[in-house]
């Protein structure tokens, strides 16, 4: 039986979270209130309760990251290590980190990050890692190809994991990641997937009243992402100036190549398809596809810049999903869902505020709105952060990599549907023995890269009908 909603209940996290932190702010301040003894972290006289943090990728979501981790106000946390392949990109994610410390009060966590303990190079995170002990977090916000790679460590250490989506790329990866996944669970280590829209509490109410039945049963449910070129999903050809070799221009534009990120498919859209999953609480079984590219000369990428792909769950509804990344066209980023008593916004316009809404029938106007969730919708990026540190600190159980390796592998059976032409089952995808790069763990940082320009700085690129096996 698959099972969306993962090895846990949410509302207990919160729950949970709420207790811990309070249980160690109560403890922090010798408060004289009774606590009640089982959530309580257990903090001894002379006691170091700190929870150390370790970042691996230092770009954009690795430093929001960071930040949000240092905003967990139930207990000490503190930044100890970083760790990326570009000495430009650590140094200026440590700039960020430290200003925002210094502006917002509200974040507590502090930053012990010396030259020393700042790693550049595919081994980095080994020495970042050799800063922490469990019960300690490490981040990894690298492109998703080197996720099993740093998880697996990890898990051998001991130590708590928060990784970004998508954890998985192909099947190989997807089928090390269950297994990584399992040995987590089975060593009580706590493990956070960037999914943080399964964090937010509207969206989180929306499912209650959908399992409640207040739109009947879904029949389908129709997601889109459609916007101008995105991240590094359109990318030139390595310029003759660059001095850095292919390998780390292809990790710098990494959303143009499936290897590294399972292309702007499964970057882009991977949210809107497990939050439309968790409205269902399945995963499709099936997946068939059509996509293209445009107007894409100058482009070396891999990616299509249409993907339009239909989804099919055991019982037979249907989930539609529209990617773009095309200049000129209209825009829009949400997710809906029709019951056979009613229709639902899932998310409106990007991922936070959701804006989630219920309405009588399926013309979504104003008079047929039946409910709508709370403006002033608190950060699923922090919530997530705050369920994760709390799980820590009350020692319950958490571990969402299953969830987040089968949302990936729903992520790639859409993407591989669309490359091949055909129908894509969740069985197909799983055991698919195309490994985009089953050298990422050997990867140096004057080496080959996983894949190679042939003379005019092409890279292969998807035909459907043509190529049916393998994506390209
Ligand atoms: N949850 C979300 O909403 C969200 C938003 C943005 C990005 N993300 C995810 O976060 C991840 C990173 O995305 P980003 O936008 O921050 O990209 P980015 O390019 O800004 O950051 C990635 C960083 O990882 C570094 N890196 C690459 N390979 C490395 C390795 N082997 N060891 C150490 N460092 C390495 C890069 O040099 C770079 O600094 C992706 O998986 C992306 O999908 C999630």
């Given at each position: 039986?698959?099972?969306p909603?993962g090895?846990?209940?949410?509302?207990?996290?919160?729950?949970?979270?709420?207790?811990?932190?309070?249980?160690?702010?109560?403890?922090?301040?010798?408060?004289?209130?009774?606590?009640?003894?089982?959530?309580?972290?257990?903090?001894?006289?002379?006691?170091?309760?700190?929870?150390?943090?370790?970042?691996?990728?230092?770009?954009?979501?690795?430093?929001?990251?960071?930040?949000?981790?240092?905003?967990?106000?139930?207990?000490?946390?503190?930044?100890?290590?970083?760790?990326?392949?570009?000495?430009?990109?650590?140094?200026?994610?440590?700039?960020?980190?430290?200003?925002?410390?210094?502006?917002?009060?509200?974040?507590?966590?502090?930053?012990?990050?010396?030259?020393?303990?700042?790693?550049?190079?595919?081994?980095?995170?080994?020495?970042?890692?050799?800063?922490?002990?469990?019960?300690?977090?490490?981040?990894?916000?690298?492109?998703?190809?080197?996720?099993?790679?740093?998880?697996?460590?990890?898990?051998?250490?001991?130590?708590?994991?928060?990784?970004?989506k998508p954890?998985?790329?192909?099947?190989?990866?997807?089928?090390?990641?269950?297994?990584?996944?399992?040995?987590?669970?089975?060593?009580?280590?706590?493990?956070?997937v960037g999914l943080m829209c399964r964090?937010c509490?509207?969206r989180?109410?929306?499912?209650?009243?959908?399992?409640?039945?207040?739109?009947?049963?879904?029949?389908?449910?129709?997601a889109?992402?459609?916007?101008?070129?995105?991240?590094?999903?359109?990318?030139?050809?390595?310029?003759?100036?660059?001095?850095?070799?292919?390998?780390?221009?292809?990790?710098?534009?990494?959303?143009?190549?499936?290897?590294?990120?399972?292309?702007?498919?499964?970057?882009?859209l991977i949210h809107n398809i497990d939050e439309c999953c968790w409205m269902k609480?399945?995963w499709?079984?099936?997946?068939?596809?059509?996509?293209?590219?445009?107007?894409?000369?100058?482009?070396?990428?891999?990616?299509?810049?249409?993907?339009?792909?239909?989804?099919?769950?055991?019982?037979?509804?249907?989930m539609?999903l529209?990617?773009?990344?095309?200049?000129?066209?209209?825009?829009?980023?949400?997710s809906?869902?029709?019951?056979?008593?009613?229709?639902?916004?899932i998310s409106?316009?990007?991922h936070?505020?959701?804006?989630?809404?219920?309405?009588?029938?399926?013309?979504?106007?104003?008079?047929?709105?039946?409910?709508?969730?709370?403006?002033?919708?608190?950060?699923?990026?922090?919530?997530?952060?705050?369920?994760?540190?709390?799980?820590?600190?009350?020692?319950?159980?958490?571990?969402e990599?299953?969830r987040g390796?089968e949302a990936s592998l729903v992520t790639?059976?859409?993407?591989?549907?669309?490359?091949?032409?055909?129908?894509?089952?969740?069985?197909?995808?799983?055991?698919?023995?195309?490994?985009?790069?089953?050298?990422?763990?050997?990867?140096?940082?004057?080496?080959?890269?996983?894949?190679?320009?042939?003379?005019?700085?092409?890279?292969?690129?998807?035909?459907?009908?043509?190529?049916?096996?393998?994506?390209?």
């Amino acid at each position: 039986m698959i099972d969306p909603a993962g090895g846990f209940s949410r509302r207990e996290m919160l729950k949970n979270s709420g207790r811990a932190a309070a249980a160690v702010s109560a403890v922090a301040s010798i408060s004289s209130h009774v606590l009640s003894g089982a959530d309580i972290p257990k903090v001894h006289a002379g006691e170091d309760n700190t929870i150390r943090v370790a970042l691996v990728g230092c770009g954009g979501r690795g430093t929001g990251a960071a930040v949000q981790a240092l905003s967990v106000d139930n207990g000490p946390i503190k930044l100890v290590a970083m760790a990326d392949v570009f000495p430009t990109k650590l140094e200026s994610s440590y700039k960020n980190i430290t200003s925002q410390l210094k502006k917002s009060k509200s974040i507590k966590g502090t930053v012990d990050v010396p030259e020393d303990h700042r790693f550049i190079g595919f081994d980095g995170y080994k020495q970042a890692l050799d800063l922490l002990r469990p019960n300690d977090v490490a981040i990894f916000a690298t492109p998703p190809a080197f996720r099993w790679v740093h998880f697996g460590e990890a898990i051998k250490r001991g130590i708590n994991v928060f990784m970004e989506k998508p954890v998985t790329v192909d099947g190989p990866s997807s089928r090390k990641l269950l297994a990584l996944a399992e040995q987590a669970t089975q060593k009580n280590l706590k493990v956070g997937v960037g999914l943080m829209c399964r964090h937010c509490d509207a969206r989180q109410k929306l499912h209650d009243r959908i399992k409640a039945g207040e739109i009947g049963d879904i029949v389908l449910m129709r997601a889109y992402r459609q916007a101008g070129p995105t991240g590094s999903a359109f990318c030139e050809k390595m310029p003759k100036d660059w001095k850095d070799g292919e390998l780390l221009y292809q990790i710098k534009n990494f959303h143009a190549f499936l290897w590294a990120s399972g292309g702007g498919y499964s970057d882009f859209l991977i949210h809107n398809i497990d939050e439309c999953c968790w409205m269902k609480d399945a995963w499709p079984i099936k997946a068939e596809a059509s996509g293209g590219r445009h107007y894409r000369e100058g482009y070396i990428d891999q990616n299509f810049d249409t993907y339009s792909v239909m989804y099919t769950f055991a019982d037979g509804t249907k989930m539609q999903l529209e990617g773009r990344t095309m200049p000129g066209c209209k825009l829009e980023f949400a997710s809906y869902a029709h019951g056979s008593k009613g229709s639902a916004v899932i998310s409106t316009s990007g991922h936070t505020p959701a804006k989630c809404r219920i309405y009588k029938g399926q013309n979504m106007t104003e008079e047929n709105l039946a409910w709508s969730a709370e403006p002033n919708e608190p950060n699923p990026y922090q919530l997530e952060w705050n369920h994760l540190i709390g799980a820590i600190r009350s020692d319950k159980p958490y571990n969402e990599a299953k969830r987040g390796t089968e949302a990936s592998l729903v992520t790639a059976m859409g993407r591989m549907a669309a490359h091949t032409g055909k129908v894509i089952t969740w069985d197909d995808m799983l055991n698919c023995e195309h490994e985009f790069a089953p050298n990422v763990d050997k990867l140096t940082m004057k080496g080959p890269a996983p894949i190679v320009a042939d003379k005019d700085g092409r890279y292969p690129l998807p035909q459907p009908g043509l190529k049916s096996k393998t994506e390209y």
